[in-house]
C-alpha cells in the first residue's frame, strides 16, 4: 500500500488475488471484514485511519488495504481526541457536562493551534535567547518584535488573535526538522506523542532559530506586518469586500482552513477546509437542538444576498438554527413555490 493510501496488487501474484466474503458482493469486504466500535461514549476520526476512533478502543486486525495502524497520527486527530477528552474532564472551561449543541460549537469556535500549545513556550525561550539575529540574516529588532507577538500570542486562530501567522510559517519549516521531538511516539499513547521540543538537541535548537528567521522572512517578502490580527492576513473576498476567517492550517488545528499565501494580501487564496459543520443535541424538548453553518454561503452568484452571507456569519463564529419540528419550519418559512410542467 502506497504512503497516499492507494494499493497496489502484483497481478502476476496468485495470492494478490481478490477474496470473497460472505454476505458480500464479490471483491468487496464484508461487514464482519470492516473495523467498527460499538460504543455509548464517543468515537471520532480526522482524516486518519479506523484505527484510532477512540483512545480507550484501538481498532487492530484488519487488511492493510483499509488502512493503517500503529502510527504517528496528525496533530489534528490528537488535537480532536484532546478536546473530546477534555469535554468530558471538564477541564475545558466550559460549563455543565457532556457534550452539548453550544459545548460543541464552543469547542470548535476556540480555534486552537496545538503544535503551538505544544511547542510555542519553548520557542519563546529559545528566540529570547538569541543576542545576534545576524547569524541568521535577520535584524534584531524585527525578530524581537516577532518574540514579543509569539510570547503575547494566545495559540488560537479566530479572527482577533495576533501572532498566528508568524507560528504558521514557523511550522512550516520546524516541523520537518530532525529530532524534533522529546518524547518520542508511542503507539500505546497515540494521543499525546510525541511531544516536548527536544531543547537538549544543539542542533535542534540552531535550526529552530534559523525556522524562525525563515519564517519571519517569508512575511516580510511577502509584505505582511507581523502584528496584524489573523483575520487580517486570513480572508476572503466577497464583492470587494474582505471577509475574515477563522481557523488554520489543518497541520496544526481541528478547525480547517487550508489557504494558500499571497504576495502582499495574506492568506486569501482559500483551497478547501471547513464547508459545511453541524452540531445537534436533544434537550428535554421533542425537537432537536440543532445549529449548522455553510462556510461558503449558498449562492454562487454574486447579486445573490445568500452570495456572502454565510461566510460573514460564519467568520463572526455564529451559527445559523437549524428547523426540525413543523412549528420551527413554520416559523422560517420565507416564501413556497409550486413547480409545475
Request: proline share 6%.
Amino acid at each position: 500500500m502506497l504512503e497516499s493510501g492507494v494499493v497496489s496488487l502484483d497481478g502476476s501474484d496468485s495470492s494478490c488475488g481478490l477474496g470473497n466474503d460472505e454476505g458480500a458482493p464479490p471483491n468487496v469486504f464484508g461487514f464482519k471484514s470492516l473495523p467498527k466500535l460499538p460504543t455509548l461514549q464517543y468515537g471520532a476520526n480526522a482524516n486518519d485511519s479506523y484505527w484510532l476512533p477512540n483512545p480507550e478502543n484501538l481498532l487492530t486486525g484488519f487488511s492493510r488495504a483499509i488502512g493503517r495502524e500503529d502510527y504517528e497520527q496528525s496533530l489534528r486527530t490528537r488535537l480532536t481526541f484532546v478536546q473530546a477528552q477534555e469535554r468530558i474532564a471538564r477541564t475545558d472551561g466550559l460549563e455543565g457536562p457532556g457534550f452539548t449543541n453550544k459545548q460543541v460549537r464552543a469547542i470548535f469556535n476556540s480555534a486552537r493551534n496545538y503544535a503551538a500549545e505544544l511547542v510555542n513556550d519553548d520557542v519563546v525561550a529559545i528566540c529570547e535567547a538569541v543576542e545576534d539575529w545576524s547569524l541568521y540574516g535577520a535584524s534584531n529588532e524585527t525578530m524581537e518584535h516577532a518574540c514579543s507577538i509569539l510570547g503575547a500570542w494566545d495559540t488560537r486562530h479566530t479572527i482577533d488573535s495576533i501572532g498566528g501567522h508568524v507560528f504558521t510559517e514557523f511550522w512550516r519549516i520546524a516541523r520537518n526538522l530532525p529530532n524534533l521531538w522529546a518524547v518520542p511516539f508511542d503507539p500505546t499513547d497515540p494521543v499525546n506523542t510525541p511531544n516536548q521540543l527536544n531543547t537538549t538537541d544543539g542542533e535542534l535548537v540552531e535550526a529552530v532559530r534559523q525556522a524562525l528567521a525563515s519564517g519571519v522572512q517569508v512575511l516580510l517578502d511577502n509584505s505582511i506586518a507581523l502584528d496584524l490580527p489573523w483575520g487580517e492576513v486570513q480572508f476572503i473576498e466577497r464583492n470587494g469586500v474582505n471577509i475574515p476567517l477563522p481557523g488554520g492550517s489543518g497541520g496544526m488545528l481541528f478547525s480547517v482552513i487550508s489557504a494558500n499565501l499571497v504576495d502582499g494580501e495574506g492568506y486569501s487564496n482559500v483551497r478547501a477546509g471547513n464547508s459545511y459543520i453541524h452540531a445537534v443535541s436533544w434537550d428535554e424538548t421533542d425537537c432537536p437542538d440543532a445549529n449548522a453553518i455553510l462556510t461558503y454561503s449558498q449562492s454562487t452568484n454574486p447579486a445573490s444576498p445568500h452570495y456572502d452571507d454565510a461566510t460573514k456569519l460564519y467568520s463572526q463564529s455564529g451559527w445559523i438554527d437549524l428547523p426540525f419540528c413543523k412549528r420551527d419550519q413554520d416559523a422560517q418559512e420565507i416564501r413556497r413555490e409550486t413547480v409545475s410542467q
